[in-house]
């Protein structure tokens, strides 16, 4: 006998009120399986729960005997309770005793019913319980009575999870209170103690049984229009994480977003009586459950996509689309992500923000770039660490052993605390060395400059002991802003800037925007290889307004100072020709309105694509200085997008091919005597900087944390016997050169 249409939705109500008595776990559980035995029209309803050594034990039951409630406990896999937990799918059986997955327990008194069906009690994916009733005739139960049964094994995971009915025996996949540790790749070193933040919070379903069914269906309808829109407008516009790995993220979503078949079970889930909220929750938990068990890891590999596509689903049903960066943040707060764009990551106070935690996302990506400029403690590659955690939880930080402590061991805690203060007395160290230049054991002067980008890097400058200011980068300006900053909005930021550093040396960058740096109020329109599209200076020379405006906010903050401007992405000499035409007029508009003028303007170009490695001869005496990029002359040359985890790491900046150019643009830099520095990532890391002085370059910028350990390495060296080693080396082989200038380093005392 089939309940009616509106039997589920009466139990489900009846369930809420039984769950939210007063009485004892144990007495809410034996209410819970009285009251579904009663709907279901069942002789036996019974609920095991799964143990942390992995056995199903018999926490309640209405038809067993009451003697084996605690006592009957399931090995995993074993009988027909044990197989409903291992596939994680209901099961139904007329006559259960002859199936051969059948164990008899004599204790349980249930050899006299034959007819079974049992549902998988899942969250988050994972079995935590089985929910059964029995019958003494043999029978099959309809469709709508397992559906009954599905969705209240639904409503009985959700107040396990939120502690309505637990003991200290459950499983671990119910309760996350174990220590549990993550590797993943160092983007940013540091040590971090502090507590997780998830960056896009995790909506807890607490309103589970709906009132009315109509409201509910247009509610989900709403909500998925609007994901389904959000999701097209990503794509459309290419958003900040619009390259490589994550366009295909977006490309994922979209996918799931309009497929017929997820939606269809989400309308089941509503028919059953759940609000809209629970739909998305259990239709969630019965995919997660499916692909979990499918041996092929890339259809696992989709389950972060399930996952983003039901969490974000989920804040648009409950109306929180922001990010925690809006909420409130603890002192010490440690954001776990996914992945995430530049722009979010500056939307933090930087004063609680302590350590960065991502899925995804390369060691060079923008975002990557942004930690180390913040001087935060930073990882990616973390596979699965979103799902793992729960906000408030501890965590330690470990960014240079490329380790993420979740709910540390006091043990772990006390290690890291010594950890905390070496890495302290190791910085009072750099410290130290802040005055003291920055100048070769044989002699030989290296120029330390930082790099910045935003007011709050300016204190940097000082604290660090940098020799100015290598490259800041003006894009993260427009990237933070609402709208287009304004020319006075410019002028002011610019001319801070310069009042901050004194006689020191900055060198703007112009704007270098397009790319995977989308600015949300500039839309360029989708590109196939944005990396290779309209960006950087090919976007000022077609929208001359632009950088006009740009370069006219830089001449009036430079009145009486020395300005540097640097055009970034040139990949042919007439660009830097025509860009300094431009300059050239505002220059001569200046002088007509009579404003006080810079004292000095230079103005440099950045070497990052490759074909300019053929046209130095005639770029170098147009320039008054050059930077080579090198984040992206690496990228181009090994035809290997940084921001893609599964190349970024594919080639070694160390290797002889690079080294062998950096080496030429060097050689011809001192050629044409035209001052040359390197601003990108590799020049942070103290092997790599040694590296490059070893090849000629005497003007590095890096992170501001960068600046003193880098000092101290090169105090240590001999650059002439280092060049004479790397000439030798070059001359050799193939591979890498990593580890034959670790033993250089080692044999001679550098501190690399």
């Known amino acids: 006998?089939?309940?009616?249409?509106?039997?589920?939705?009466?139990?489900?109500?009846?369930?809420?009120?039984?769950?939210?008595?007063?009485?004892?776990?144990?007495?809410?559980l034996d209410k819970v399986v009285m009251l579904i035995a009663s709907n279901i029209v069942a002789e036996v309803c019974s609920l095991y729960l799964r143990r942390r050594d992995g056995s199903l034990e018999l926490v309640a039951t209405e038809g067993l005997n009451i003697e084996a409630v605690h006592s009957t406990h399931l090995k995993p896999g074993e009988g027909l309770v044990g197989l409903v937990a291992e596939q994680a799918e209901p099961k139904q059986f007329a006559d259960a005793q002859h199936h051969p997955a059948f164990s008899y327990r004599p204790e349980t008194g249930e050899e006299i019913y034959h007819s079974f069906v049992g549902v998988p009690i899942l969250r988050g994916g994972h079995t935590v319980g089985v929910l059964t009733v029995q019958n003494r005739t043999m029978r099959q139960y309809s469709d709508e009575e397992v559906e009954a049964l599905q969705t209240t094994a639904m409503v009985i995971a959700e107040t396990l999870a939120s502690g309505g009915i637990i003991s200290d025996e459950v499983t671990e996949e119910t309760r996350r209170d174990s220590s549990v540790r993550f590797t993943g790749k160092p983007i940013s070193e540091g040590v971090a103690l502090g507590h997780i933040v998830l960056h896009e919070p995790r909506i807890v379903v607490t309103r589970l049984i709906g009132d009315d069914a109509e409201l509910e269906r247009r509610r989900l309808g709403q909500a998925i229009e609007d994901l389904t829109g959000q999701i097209d407008e990503m794509m459309e516009r290419g958003d900040l994480a619009r390259a490589g790995e994550h366009h295909e993220v977006l490309e994922a979503f979209r996918m799931f977003a309009h497929d017929h078949g997820w939606r269809r079970r989400l309308d089941e889930a509503l028919a059953t009586g759940l609000t809209a909220e629970a739909a998305v929750?259990?239709?969630?938990?019965?995919?997660?459950?499916?692909?979990?068990?499918?041996?092929?890891?890339?259809?696992?590999?989709?389950l972060h996509d399930i996952d983003d596509l039901s969490n974000r689903l989920l804040r648009f049903l409950s109306g929180g689309t922001e990010t925690a960066a809006t909420g409130n943040l603890p002192e010490d707060a440690i954001v776990i992500a996914r992945t995430m764009g530049a722009a979010e990551l500056l939307d933090y106070d930087r004063q609680r923000l302590r350590g960065l935690v991502l899925e995804e996302g390369g060691a060079n990506s923008h975002v990557a770039i942004l930690a180390r400029a913040l001087d935060l403690a930073a990882l990616t590659r973390c596979?699965?660490?979103?799902?793992?955690?729960?906000?408030?939880?501890?965590?330690?930080?470990?960014?240079?052993?490329?380790?993420?402590?979740?709910?540390?061991?006091?043990?772990?805690?006390?290690?890291?605390?010594?950890?905390?203060?070496?890495?302290?007395?190791?910085?009072?160290?750099?410290?130290?060395?802040?005055?003291v230049p920055a100048v070769t054991l044989d002699d030989q002067r290296v120029e330390l400059h930082m790099n910045a980008g935003l007011l709050f890097d300016l204190p940097h400058l000082d604290q660090s002991g940098a020799d100015g200011i290598g490259l800041f980068r003006t894009e993260l300006q427009f990237m933070i802003s609402s709208t287009f900053p304004r020319l006075d909005q410019q002028t002011r930021l610019y001319k801070s800037v310069l009042d901050a550093a004194g006689d020191r040396p900055v060198v703007f960058r112009s704007l270098d925007v397009g790319g995977d740096k989308v600015i949300p109020y500039f839309r360029a329109g989708a590109e196939e290889n944005p990396a290779l599209g309209w960006r950087a200076i090919r976007m000022a020379l077609d929208r001359p307004a632009l950088f006009r405006t740009q370069i006219r906010a830089l001449l009036r903050a430079a009145q009486g100072c020395e300005l540097r401007v640097m055009l970034p992405m040139i990949s042919d000499v007439s660009e830097l020709e025509t860009a300094r035409a431009l300059i050239a007029k505002e220059f001569a508009l200046l002088k007509k309105h009579?404003?006080?003028?810079?004292?000095?303007?230079?103005?440099?170009?950045?070497?990052?694509?490759?074909?300019?490695?053929?046209?130095l001869d005639n770029l170098l005496p147009l320039a008054d200085f050059v930077s080579v990029g090198s984040n992206d002359l690496v990228q181009f040359l090994y035809a290997a997008d940084r921001g893609n985890q599964r190349v970024a790491d594919r080639f070694d900046n160390l290797s002889p091919a690079v080294l062998r150019v950096l080496r030429q643009i060097a050689q011809a830099a001192e050629r044409h005597a035209t001052p040359l520095t390197l601003c990108g990532e590799m020049a942070g890391r103290p092997l790599e900087a040694m590296a490059l002085i070893g090849l000629g370059f005497r003007s590095i910028s890096v992170a501001p944390a960068s600046v003193g350990p880098i000092k101290a390495m090169v105090l240590s060296l001999d650059a002439g016997q280092l060049a004479e080693r790397l000439d030798a080396l070059l001359a050799g082989g193939e591979t890498s050169l990593r580890e034959d200038l670790k033993r250089f380093a080692a044999e001679n005392g550098v501190q690399a």
């Open 383 to 435: 596979r699965g660490v979103v799902e793992a955690v729960e906000p408030g939880d501890a965590a330690i930080l470990d960014a240079e052993g490329g380790e993420l402590h979740l709910r540390p061991t006091q043990e772990v805690v006390s290690a890291y605390s010594d950890k905390v203060r070496f890495r302290a007395r190791r910085q009072a160290q750099y410290a130290a060395l802040r005055d």
């Open 281 to 302: 929750q259990r239709v969630r938990n019965d995919t997660r459950a499916r692909m979990l068990r499918i041996p092929d890891q890339r259809f696992r590999d989709r």
């Open 1 to 28: 006998m089939a309940p009616s249409v509106g039997a589920p939705r009466q139990m489900l109500r009846r369930l809420r009120e039984v769950m939210a008595e007063h009485v004892s776990a144990q007495a809410r």
């Open 594 to 615: 009579g404003r006080p003028e810079p004292s000095k303007l230079k103005v440099g170009t950045m070497i990052e694509v490759p074909a300019l490695l053929w046209q």
